[in-house]
């Protein structure tokens, strides 16, 4: 799955800058790329220099100005000592509140016991909250006993094989590609 390269479909715009520009990047590309070669390029994480023109500039302050100018996030600075650090907190708990939500009800009260029966967008969801750490997070208002229940659950789906999952993913291959390229 971490070799397999990634192949543009379409390259019609989006209305998202960062995704637009992904796509321009991926249908400039001579030769096709892995998956886990596109997530290093495209958040900075390699140093290629023959690949240069093909990462994506100041990505998290532009998700973060993104954020801002949907009303999620607020621009705040905080001195640290020697120096001013610019900071996002959440303006819009709503949204926040939203987005557990959907995590916490795709994992309990949705939960089929089978991830290709599940929502891909909940799926991809679950897939980047673990990727960035947050998971715990997202499940820890919750009861004990709902908290054990959904922790296992997430467990169970995130320790499953990305290879043979996406052999029957039915259109989310890309998904378990991610995972596999976040857990490698």
Known sequence: LLSCQVLLKSD?????????????HI???????????WIELLTGETWNPFKLQYQLRNVRERVAKGLVEKGVL???????LLFDVTTHPVSNAAEKQRLLKKLQEGVLERW?????????????????AHSSDVLENAF?????????????RTKELLDADPEVEAAKAGGAEMIWAVLAAFNK
């Open 12 to 24: 019609a715009p989006t209305g998202d800058v960062l995704l637009d520009e992904t796509l321009r």
């Open 27 to 37: 249908k400039a590309t001579e030769s096709t790329e892995t998956v886990q070669s």
């Open 74 to 80: 607020t621009t705040e600075k905080q001195n640290f």
């Open 112 to 128: 089929a016991g089978d991830p290709h029966r599940m929502d891909r967008r909940t799926l991809a969801l679950l897939v980047l």
């Open 140 to 152: 820890g208002s919750l009861a004990d006993d709902r908290y054990e229940v959904a922790v296992s």
